[in-house]
């Protein structure tokens, strides 16, 4: 018997693709999708076997779809190459789809398609080397950017404008993968910004700043053709009608769009460059009809070379009042991009943006959630000492009805605000109790700790701070951050507001509380069910303080010490244990021990009601030193204590004025030293230590300078951003082993600008008291183009004159 194979009929006519896509799409669940998809492949897996050159195209294309969906189709990759050397078109053009799809520059096997991409570079039909350019441009590796940039630049010099513009935007990708080949393309480009032809001027205008952007030699050398830009742009504004080139009455909107993205890469740090441009940017601006969005896309083009540019003031103040108008547009999408452009270049010309700031501040009533939040931010931007009270009043009732993600970034912004501009104490107190109350419990336990800071270092204050506190809980005890505030400062000042004697708010009525009912509110907030566990340990604190404070009260209180000696939840039991035993075995120490606190030490600065403080220590430093610090903060300026334990960083939050410096260790250290020798005594290893860069990762940059006096090392960070987005919400955290102990000082602030137009300024104090080797671990928290992103390393580096 003869064993004969015979063909198998059912796959001489393949399905075609517009059936497959019709089958994929009838099926009613996955596993049905799955299951046509898995017969599919499997018959095309049997054609490439069987090298069936008829259907190749049909069945590759076919892959491309399923790959399209999401399925594995790495087995086409070879039937692409065949299809690539093929000599017909229509097997070229499905072979380099293919390629583009299923290849990229880490696959080792791309690199046989080099050789056919060059034979099609140099092919009669134009269609077929426009195909490999194409695919040139998609998948090239800088080997095959070195091995075919010759044949690129050559067909960028052909009079066809068809392969002109591929051949520039595969020029594109080749500066990208190898910068180096920048002298190839040079004169090249030089010659296709003079072209006529649109399209071919606009792909030249993307090479051009490709090279800008990637060769610093490049940018020097386009500098030089500013002027024929701006008389490419001037001839674009200032034409009549053209029909091919014609966008809602603008001549070729997206040439223009690009030409300003060229000029502001030109315009950057080099004040000739601004110089030429300035007076068309003004034309643009003036002329451009912002009626539809094609307009409304070139003046946000102007409106961002104007602020990235060195341009005059006038220019500056036109670009934000553009932004202005776009506030007040009824698009959704163009108001989010003008607060967030205003959010940016808030800091270039922060009067010029000041201006609209009732504007922004309706932008706080939209009900879109990304408006709202941008509005928000810039708001917060906005604030200074004239406009403090005014935008207080307008965030606390933004505070109330916004939704509650937005509460604790609100919170948090009002207090560091506050913090820097608030007109006096007292006002500053009130402002904040009112964000507790209007907040609830979203507020961070940060901003508890830096409250209860500013109270305590506030002696005028306490028994009118215990006041208000009081009346705001003695009817309500659900607001647990209001309620850990006021537990704490009754605690600490119940004894004063009891024996009334403060200072009391005019036109206020007056509540005279007995020392009982100060302790039955203590006790109801300790026995409420609902009270977390951190306010309940607040409210026992403070029983215990009163028990020394309210002698009358001295036994309940020690009643109820007793009765949570029992309790089930181990902190509260160990603390009333603890207590219970100071009435008892150690009752003649309790008094010293529960004794009012110090000043505490804050995460904030001190805020700006000891302006008058402020002058008078620095103009005494000025008559001790000519060389002393001419800025300084109180005495009572508040740091943060991290952990010692390398691998438990702690969360910094708050903000110094941006003119505000910590003092130097010669002005609080060595005072009579510093009068008679100057700040050159206790400053002689300072300019010994070279500088250190911390983190340069993601266009974040962390640059450390140093100053070492004995055992103390004070660091110097300074952060950047290069990147075209700003940096915000910017936490850094700090640690180092347990024989240090360091000491950071609040930043100037929690935005990083974007394109290196602005820093955070941040100083580490570390005590090395055995001088060894100095280890730090930093991790950065930050959001940047609505992402949030951690950072972190370990820096082993640090220069020896550090330690040594």
Known sequence: MLNMKFPDLSMSNPVRLRDLIRQIRSAKTAAEERAVVQKECAYIRDSFRDEDNTWRCRNVAKLLYVSLLGYPAHFGQLECFKLIAST????????????????????????????????????SNQY??????????????????????GEVERLMKSTNPYLKKKAVLCAVRIIRKVPEQYDVFQNSVRSLLTEKNHGVLLTAMTLANEMCQQNAQALHSFRKLVPNLVRILKTLIMSGYSPEHDVAGISDPFLQIYLLRLLRVLGRNDNEASETMNDILAQVSTNT?????????????TVLTIMDIKSESGLRVLAVNILGRFLINNDKNIRYVALNTLLRVVHADHNAVQRHRATVVECLKDADVSIKRRAMELCFALINSNNIRTMTNEMLEFLGTCEIEFKADCTSNMF???????????WHVDQMIKVLTTAGNSVRDDIVSSLIGIISSSPDLHGYTAYQLYKLIRNDITQQPLIQVASWTLGEFGDIFVSGQYDKADNVEHVQVTENEIVDILERILNWTISTLITREYAINALMKLSTRFPSCSDRIQSIMTYYACNMNLELQTRAVEYTSLFTKHNPIRSSIVERMPVLISNITASANNTEQQEQVDNQEENVSDNAQTNHVPQNEPVINLLELLDEPIQTNGSLHPHEQQPTLSSTLYPLTDFIFGNDLSNTHSSTIPPMIALDRNGLRILFTFERDGTILTIHSKTTNSTQYPITNFIFKAAVPK????????????????????DIYQIIKISNPHQEKLRMKIKLNYSVNNSSMTDEVELNAFPEQCYN
């Open 88 to 123: 017909r078109f229509t097997d070229k053009r499905i072979g380099y789809l293919g390629a583009m799809l299923l290849l990229d520059e880490r696959q080792d096997i791309h690199v046989l398609i080099t050789n056919s991409l060059k034979n099609d570079l140099n092919h």
């Open 739 to 758: 024989t240090f102990v360091i000491e950071l000082h609040p930043p100037n602030s929690t935005t990083v600008p974007a394109h290196n137009s602005g």
């Open 128 to 149: 077929i080397t426009g195909l490999a350019l194409c695919a040139l441009g998609t998948i090239c590796s800088p080997e095959m950017s070195r091995d075919l940039g």
């Open 416 to 426: 560091l605000a506050m913090e820097r501009f608030s007109p006096s104490k007292r």
């Open 289 to 301: 009809e912002n009626s539809k969005n094609v307009g409304n896309a070139i003046l946000y083009e």
